[in-house]
């Protein structure tokens, strides 16, 4: 069930200006999370990548399965990890999925320039096929528009289906290479 997510897109017309935030500055902003309940019951928020959430995403990126996946990414090893996750607070927009305090998500905004954004999303293993990437997706999309982004790409591994399914019910379109990754975009 994703009913407050919905409900509140469907009957709050400030919605996009309530979405948390934590841009290129990496400046922490006060603005409300977004909940919803995954598949399985349990509660999950989007938030703003803080500073004081920094080290629990390496973690998160640590245990992280499989390894190198997305181009390489994530990196191995927390130093690597770390400094990956630095640059990209300088580089656009971060959000972190949390479950039960525990960070599980992460997404990204990569500003491109010319209104153009890459979009890349991380989801831990043990919370996989559960509705949170699609909403989360979701929500990353809405951040977007927020920022006045016209278009979002990304780039997925061609044998991911599952990945390619959720971007498709999301409005991409395959825009590019084909193998070994999927180049995507959407017009926002």
Same mark, same amino acid.
């Given at each position: 069930? *994703?009913?407050?997510?919905?409900?509140?897109?469907?009957?709050?017309?400030?919605? &996009?200006?309530?979405?948390?935030?934590?841009?290129?500055?990496?400046?922490?902003?006060?603005?409300?999370?977004?909940?919803?309940?995954?598949?399985?019951?349990?509660? *999950?928020?989007?938030?703003?990548?803080?500073?004081?959430?920094?080290?629990?995403?390496?973690?998160?990126?640590?245990?992280?399965?499989?390894?190198? *996946?997305?181009?390489?990414?994530?990196?191995?090893?927390?130093?690597?990890?770390?400094?990956?996750?630095?640059?990209?607070?300088?580089?656009?927009?971060?959000?972190?999925?949390?479950?039960?305090?525990?960070? +599980?998500?992460?997404? !990204? &905004?990569?500003?491109?320039?010319?209104?153009?954004?890459?979009?890349?999303?991380?989801?831990?293993?043990?919370?996989?096929?559960?509705? +949170?990437?699609?909403?989360?997706?979701?929500?990353?999309?809405?951040?977007?528009?927020?920022?006045?982004?016209?278009?979002?790409?990304?780039?997925?591994?061609?044998?991911? &289906?599952?990945?390619?399914?959720?971007?498709?019910? !999301?409005?991409?379109?395959?825009?590019?290479?084909?193998?070994?990754?999927?180049?995507?975009?959407?017009? &926002?």
């Amino acid at each position: 069930m *994703v009913a407050i997510v919905k409900d509140v897109r469907a009957t709050d017309p400030q919605f &996009l200006n309530r979405v948390p935030v934590s841009g290129p500055s990496g400046a922490e902003e006060s603005r409300p999370e977004i909940t919803f309940t995954s598949k399985v019951g349990k509660t *999950v928020q989007f938030e703003p990548l803080t500073e004081s959430r920094l080290q629990e995403l390496a973690g998160m990126y640590e245990e992280f399965e499989p390894k190198r *996946v997305a181009q390489g990414l994530p990196p191995v090893g927390r130093e690597r990890i770390i400094a990956w996750l630095r640059h990209l607070q300088t580089a656009g927009d971060n959000l972190i999925a949390v479950c039960e305090g525990r960070v +599980i998500g992460h997404t !990204m &905004l990569c500003d491109m320039g010319r209104q153009t954004a890459e979009f890349a999303i991380f989801i831990h293993q043990d919370f996989r096929n559960q509705g +949170i990437g699609l909403e989360f997706t979701r929500a990353t999309l809405d951040l977007a528009r927020a920022r006045k982004f016209r278009r979002i790409w990304l780039s997925v591994e061609a044998s991911n &289906l599952y990945a390619i399914r959720i971007y498709r019910q !999301m409005g991409f379109r395959p825009s590019g290479n084909a193998y070994p990754e999927l180049e995507m975009e959407i017009y &926002l």
